[in-house]
């Protein structure tokens, strides 16, 4: 059965698809976990006090590729030009392969350079494929001109692609250091992705972030604190690949001379806490897998915050970010839905102060904890 082409109703159906499906399919996932005893076991250093499933990036995977191929059964394809067609397909399975190395570190506790050196191939395929970064628009032109764009050589092209894939991957596998955080965040960045996409006129990249949105809608039901399940480093590699991927795909090609600056600017939270972490670490002669309470969450708790105020600021501030974006994508309403997105922040911030305080015990980055922390290998 096909329906009628329109980009907004196939991106409807592939975000409700996704939704409803992960919603679905999470449940599945943590009980047959549970069953088959593939859990992470409380103990004083953990947060959660039951044993917890930490495969919930199944559920993610799962609701994120039936969605697509479901809306690709209606006919949602259709008009797309074949190399976009391709590019969903590659970023699909890019995705997966990233998810694959994740749920290796879930169940063996890999090293960090093993999956270092799996991302990088992957990420070496997907460029090979055509997923790549290849130019750069410069933001600047003289006079009536257009801004000039700079073709990069491939060993640049390829170098530039697999660092922004592996380090947006891992900046958001970072950041899944509380219930719903990373889920939340990545929802949030897909959102604006999507709209960015759309407004830039790259519709295979909003069907992607169509999906990928609606996946998270689908999980942060069972992940918001108090969490029944976690992601895990499957989900969170997915999660971040896809984003990484998305922004390739999408409004990292658009017709301005701002292009490669969206994504930057939806994915800068992430992005700015990864590298805040790592010269911090750096500098005091760690590794920068050392772990430590150097996350922008640490710090909100560290500040009084409490678990769900720290998730929600960040939220806000999140999709703040992303409004700025459309702003720069000239999307339509565009100031309208700035404004809106900075009441949100600053409700947000008011507001939060009625959420109750979870103290924190004080301890700086680097040193021991009392409080509760998440699985270690989700540590990062």
């Known amino acids: 059965m096909t329906l009628a ?9 592939t975000f409700f698809a996704a939704s409803v499906l992960t919603a679905l399919i999470v449940p599945v996932v943590r009980r047959l976990g549970l069953r088959w005893g593939l859990t992470d076991q409380p103990d004083p250093r953990k ?80 460029w090979g494929e055509g997923v790549r970064i290849g130019t750069i628009e410069l933001p600047f032109s003289f006079g009536d001109a257009l801004a000039p764009v700079l073709v990069l050589p491939e060993p640049l092209s390829l170098l530039a692609t697999v660092i922004w894939l592996v380090g947006i991957t891992n900046a958001i596998n970072w950041l899944d250091g509380l219930d719903g955080l990373a889920a939340g965040v990545s929802g949030i960045a897909a959102v604006g992705l999507l709209s960015v996409s759309f407004s830039l006129h790259q519709p295979a990249a909003g069907l992607l972030a169509a999906a990928l ?20 480093d499957g989900g969170s590699y997915f999660l971040g690949f896809a984003l990484a991927a998305i922004s390739i795909v999408g409004p990292a090609k658009g017709l301005t001379s701002v292009s490669l600056l969206l994504p930057l600017l939806i994915l800068s939270l992430p992005l700015a ?10 500098s005091e002669g760690h590794s920068p897998f050392y772990p430590d309470r150097r996350h922008l969450h640490h710090r909100l708790l560290r500040a009084g915050f409490s678990h769900r105020r720290t998730v929600v600021l960040i939220y806000a501030f999140t999709q703040w970010l992303a409004s700025l974006a459309l702003v720069l994508a000239n999307a339509e309403l565009r100031f309208l839905w ?23 015990d004080g301890a700086e980055p680097g040193e021991p904890s009392s409080l509760p922390e998440r699985p270690s290998h989700g540590q990062r």
């Not at 082409?5 to 159906?13: D, T, V």
């Not at 960090?112 to 991302?119: A, D």
């Not at 949105?213 to 895990?232: D, S």
């Not at 949100?344 to 979870?358: C, K, N, P, T």
Request: aromatic share 10%.
């Open 273 to 282: 806490d990864m590298s805040a972490v790592i010269m911090g670490r750096l």
């Open 338 to 360: 700035l404004a809106l997105a900075t009441a949100i922040l600053i409700g947000v911030v008011v507001a939060s102060r009625r959420l109750q305080e979870e103290p924190w």
């Open 213 to 232: 949105a609606g996946a998270c809608l689908g999980f942060l039901r069972h992940n918001f604190n108090p969490a029944r399940i976690f992601m895990g």
């Open 5 to 13: 082409y329109s980009p907004n109703a196939a991106a409807l159906l």
């Open 47 to 126: 947060q959660h006090t039951t044993p917890m499933v930490r495969l919930g990036g199944i559920g993610i995977v799962a609701g994120f590729s039936l969605g697509l191929m479901l809306t690709w059964a209606f006919g949602g394809f259709a008009e797309l030009p074949v190399s976009k067609d391709t590019a969903i397909w590659t970023t699909l399975a890019g995705s997966l392969c990233f998810f694959v190395i994740g749920l290796a570190d879930d169940l063996f506790a890999l090293p960090p350079l093993p999956r270092l050196v799996g991302q990088v191939a992957v990420a070496t395929v997907v």
